[in-house]
């Protein structure tokens, strides 16, 4: 009888302790319980809604379910959609093989090198193969916007960062009115950005008097058509006569990347500065003691202890910039064509223009995982080179 | 937990090649037509014909006992400054004049885009406004989800209608546009307004080259066009000169197809013919204006009336509601004397494009759709179009208003010279999808006046707008 009695005194114990920590626990749940429900419900809830619309033939009323018809759409070709994947997972591959091969300077790894190299041409070849296969068969609308946004964020994130960091550098070191810089620098920021937008298209507008173009003339340089214009800017700064994505961008959407940076820089460069602030003054003067002149303080100080900021602004603008909208919907010009129609403003116009919201959701997700994979590539690729000090 | 995360990965990629397997794959073919075909807009508005729309009289009168008394209704427009404040005025006087105690409230919702925009989300919902402005593409769209009121049975009801004789007074053209063969000739709304596609023109610059009238063929254009680029206004108050500016716009390529005597829709075949001979004349003809120097395109936001009110401008095709504006940049700019002509046409008489935005009624209930028709028929009943139409500058939409505006017309010339054109009134198609369509064809004429090859972008354009053409009739069930 002593092991019955035994057991049941344990499951009474632990029946106890569940109960206790139920009530424990029930504080904990009230107090969070507000913010899950609004992220379930302003956050999930129009992913989840989204996916669910995405299955049907959803115009302005719910059509029959037609599963994945809507992808099929985008990508045209299932199987150019393997190739590519494919690609992607090689390219995976040569990532990993590279980042062994950097640890150690050995022979062997010397070759791993090489074949992460070889791995990295072949995944680019399989990539290239896929999307054409789905261009081909696929929405090419749509997919050349992806494109397009790549080319806007890739334009727009490294310079904005970059400008935001040694603007914010400046700074930080003993100047006057340095909180007038501050606020000025900050105002494009704040500034409602149709606004902005609206002058940007007046200043950069095809006009031979606009002020973009007068500026050009005191250099002796003749009028651009800048928004207006629809060739790639290496072609109008080059005369290099590329097709596709090897063009890169327009020069319509090249002005549009200025405004990206002229917009969100002095954000970057304020949060910059509160990093700086976090950075303990005894490295600097450690460095001074070493003998590290200004640049290498820079290079060997700030920018490693800013890694985590620099991280954080990298991720939030990339992602935001696949996500940007206003300024692009009204900066874009017909002259310009599709070379400033991005994903964003593509799935509004199938959603507004051709009233095909099922179609517009299926992009959306389609976007939505695309941002997902780059947010995790990045954070696993640059999350390990952040330093924390 | 690694291997089963793999594993869960693995189930899902499969569980999607079986359901992209599973459903019927992406067809190539080009959407069926709807074959039921729209019919060509009435030309000639102000001729007397019998409005076709109200032909058939509702059997029974199905409204008969519907109260509206006391109801709440809201309107959605897009007028601002002295419009709204006009509308408001209109909404006040029928809220204190009504017998039913109806109470509007007529709000601004934004541009006619943004209405759209809004509507789109909304139909059939609680959330829809009682009155809703909407071009008939927009109102089309709307009716795919038979979002909207069949108003034919409210015009025609006994006790509620709008009286036989009060259904001729409106212009047939007019009247006619608001119904929709493609909906069983359903009537989606009722016109308050309309307005007009006019070439503007500054006079004393055209004397000063030597010009007694403006232009009344394509080649007149041109001479008059290129001999201001290099001859500039004596008043101007800027530099440079060019003879013509153009938006690129769908319903600039309509007057432009329209005066070369064509049309951008085939109403028998129902499908749009953007690169027919008179599209692909007008084209040429415009894109020959730019490649002289003698015309140029209208970078920014009504940059034309502004480069037209500094004097450096001689020609530019508008809208007839831009009237007041025109008069504004001129008189507090170069201060001249200008007027509103045909756009010039190769047809023996001049074909104008006449479009305006009418009113609809969203669905919601017997008693709110019964007011908000209420308040529609008062606006456009005579005495309240005549106020209406001195104040908007857009044209009345009825024959008998004109009689009461004759001191208005003695003000305005301009203005009564385009009213005077409403006879060669002609209208873009109602379909759905237009919105669409309007932007690839704005993109169309950008890459054409950018020096593309017309045909062949006219031969791409035409395709995808009946591409999209089909895409929406589709719809219809």
Not at chain 1, 39 to 59: A, D, E, H, T
Not at chain 2, 14 to 34: D, K, N, S, Y
Not at chain 2, 208 to 222: C, H, N, R, S
Not at chain 2, 396 to 405: G, I, N
Request: hydrophobic share 45%.
């Amino acid at each position: 009888m002593a092991p019955t009695f035994k057991v049941t005194s344990i499951a009474k114990k632990r029946k106890a302790f569940s109960l206790r920590a139920l009530q424990e626990n029930l504080t904990g749940y009230a107090f969070v319980a507000p913010a899950v429900i609004i992220i379930l419900i302003f956050g999930l809830f129009p992913i989840v809604y989204s996916l669910y619309m995405s299955l049907f033939n959803w115009r302005i009323r719910k059509g029959d379910f037609t599963g994945l018809i809507n992808y099929t759409k985008i990508f045209g070709d299932w199987g150019g959609f393997a190739i590519f994947m494919g690609g992607l997972g090689l390219l995976g591959l040569a990532y990993w093989l590279w980042t062994r091969a950097s640890k150690s300077n050995s022979n062997p790894m010397r070759a791993l090198q090489i074949g992460a190299a070889v791995v990295l041409i072949v995944a680019g070849t399989i990539m290239s193969m896929g999307w054409g296969k789905m261009v081909a068969a696929g929405d090419e609308d749509f997919l050349n916007s992806l494109i397009i946004t790549i080319f806007y964020a890739v334009g727009t994130v490294p310079l904005q960062l970059a400008i935001g960091m040694v603007f914010a550098y400046l700074l930080y070191q003993k100047i006057r009115g340095k909180e007038a810089f501050r606020m000025i620098y900050f105002l494009p920021y704040v500034t409602p950005v149709v606004t902005t937008a609206v002058v940007f298209r007046t200043i950069f507008s095809s006009r031979e008097t606009s002020l973009a173009n007068i500026i050009l003339s005191w250099f002796n340089a003749g009028p651009l058509k800048w928004l207006f214009e629809p060739r790639a800017m290496s072609e109008v700064f080059l005369g290099l006569k590329l097709e596709g994505i090897a063009a890169g961008p327009s020069l319509a959407l090249g002005t549009i990347i200025l405004f990206g940076i002229w917009s969100f820089f002095g954000y970057n460069t304020v949060i910059f500065l509160a990093g700086l602030g976090g950075i303990p003054k005894e490295l600097y003067e450690a460095a001074e003691i070493d003998g590290a002149n200004g640049w290498n303080a820079f290079k060997n100080v700030t920018i490693p202890l800013l890694s985590p900021v620099s991280f954080y602004l990298f991720l939030v603008s990339f992602i935001g910039t696949f996500k940007a909208f206003n300024h692009l919907y009204v900066m874009a010009t017909p002259n310009a064509q599709n070379t400033v129609v991005t994903a964003s403003v593509q799935i509004f116009d199938v959603f507004y223009a051709q009233n095909n919201f099922g179609y517009a959701a299926s992009q959306s997700i389609v976007l939505f995982l695309i941002i997902l994979g780059l947010t995790v590539a990045q954070n696993k690729i640059l999350g390990e080179r952040v330093f924390y000090g | 937990m690694r291997n089963k995360f793999f594993a869960i990965i693995a189930v899902l990629l499969v569980a999607t090649f079986v359901m992209a397997a599973c459903v019927p794959a992406a067809t190539t073919t080009p959407e069926p037509v709807a074959t039921e075909e729209v019919q060509p807009p009435a030309a000639e508005p102000t001729k007397a014909e019998a409005p076709a729309a109200t032909e058939v009289p509702a059997p029974a009168d199905e409204w008969a006992d519907v109260d509206p008394s006391g109801q709440q209704i809201l309107f959605w427009h897009q007028h601002t400054k002295d419009r709204e404040a006009a509308l408001l005025e209109i909404v006040d006087e029928f809220n204190t004049t009504n017998e039913w105690g109806i109470t509007v409230t007529a709000e601004y919702q934004g541009s006619y885009g943004d209405i759209f925009t809004k509507m789109l989300p909304i139909l059939n919902t609680p959330d829809v406004p009682d009155l809703v402005v909407a071009y008939q593409n927009q109102a089309a769209t709307y009716q795919l989800t038979e979002g909207l009121l069949d108003l034919n049975s409210l015009v025609n009801s006994p006790k509620w209608g709008i009286s036989e004789e009060d259904q001729m007074d409106f212009f047939p053209g007019f009247w006619a546009q608001d119904v929709f063969p493609n909906f069983d000739n359903a009537r989606l709304a009722l016109p308050p307004n309309r307005s007009m596609e006019v070439m503007y023109y500054n006079s004393d610059w055209l004397k000063e080259l030597g010009y007694d009238a403006p232009p009344a063929t394509p080649e007149e254009f041109k001479e008059m066009a290129c001999k201001a680029s290099t001859t500039p206004f004596s008043k101007a108050t800027v530099e440079g000169s060019i003879g013509y500016e153009l938006s690129v716009d769908a319903s600039r390529f309509a007057s432009w197809t329209f005066a070369f005597g064509g049309d951008v829709y085939d109403y028998e075949g129902n499908a749009f013919t953007y690169n027919s001979d008179a599209g692909v004349a007008a084209m040429t003809f415009l894109k020959d204006l730019f490649d002289s120097g003698c015309a140029r395109q209208v970078t920014e936001a009504y940059g034309d009336q502004t480069d037209f009110g500094n004097g450096s401008l001689l020609f530019t095709v508008g809208s007839s509601s831009g009237l007041p504006f025109y008069a504004q940049a001129a008189s507090e700019g170069a201060n001249f004397a200008w007027s509103v002509a045909a756009i010039p046409h190769t047809t023996t008489e001049p074909v104008m494009n006449v479009y305006g935005a009418s009113v609809s009624v969203p669905r919601t209930t017997p008693e709110r759709e019964l007011a908000a028709f209420l308040f529609l028929k008062y606006y456009t009943s005579a005495d309240v179009q005549a106020k209406w139409a001195k104040v908007s500058q857009y044209f009345p939409v009825r024959a008998s208003v004109a009689d009461k505006m004759a001191d208005y017309f003695a003000s305005d010339p301009a203005y009564k010279t385009a009213f005077d054109m409403l006879a060669y009134s002609h209208f873009e198609p109602p379909v759905p999808g237009y919105d669409f369509v309007r932007d690839e064809i704005e993109a169309t004429m950008a890459a054409i006046v950018d020096g593309g090859d017309v045909v062949s972008l006219l031969d791409a354009v035409n395709i995808k707008a009946n591409e999209i053409l089909a895409d929406q009739l589709a719809q219809i069930k």
